[in-house]
């Protein structure tokens, strides 16, 4: 049964009619425009639909909108750095780590969030961040280079 509550999503709040269990990524993308977030598998195995959640990395196909409305703020990665700037994202172009691309903004949006508890990684923890983000190209290694960029 559909029931209205607020999302605050990019600093911006908005008021969403939906079913409670509606999967936070189909609000995000069809309610609200925001295409960052991608629709791998739907699953919570892949991480193409990551975002911040309070800050910390969440699959957003697996968050209810009711979960996500009890969050203070939804980070897509059109909130993230409207101009690109974000270290993460700038890291990625630096590393020119995309093939088809589809699986990296939720390979930046997983990296922001742990860059942001853990700004000083090794290279096993930079793996170990990344390894449930899957990448149907195998670019891993472009990526764990541009994560290697990002982290300094
Ligand atoms: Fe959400 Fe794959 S689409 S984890």
Redesign the pocket.
């Known amino acids: 049964m559909a029931a209205s509550v607020f999302l605050t999503v990019n600093g911006c709040r908005h008021a969403i009619t939906a079913a409670g269990n509606t999967p936070l ?1 189909a609000i995000l993308r069809n309610d609200l425009g925001l295409n960052g ?14 975002v911040l959640m309070d800050g910390k990395a969440a ?4 968050v209810s909108l009711n979960a996500a409305a009890k969050c203070k703020n939804i980070v897509t990665l059109e909130g993230l750095s409207p101009d690109g700037s974000d270290p993460v994202q700038k890291a990625v172009v630096a590393a020119q780590a995309a093939q088809c691309g589809y699986c990296l903004n ?1 390979m930046v949006m997983t990296l922001r969030a742990f860059l942001d508890a853990n700004p000083h990684p090794d290279e096993d923890e930079l793996k170990a961040a990344l390894r449930y983000n ?1 990448c149907r190209c195998g670019t891993h290694v472009e990526i764990m280079r541009a994560a290697r960029i990002a982290a300094g």
């Open positions: 990524l977030p991608k629709y791998g598998c739907g699953l919570g195995a892949c991480g193409a639909c990551t699959r957003s196909c697996v939720g899957l």
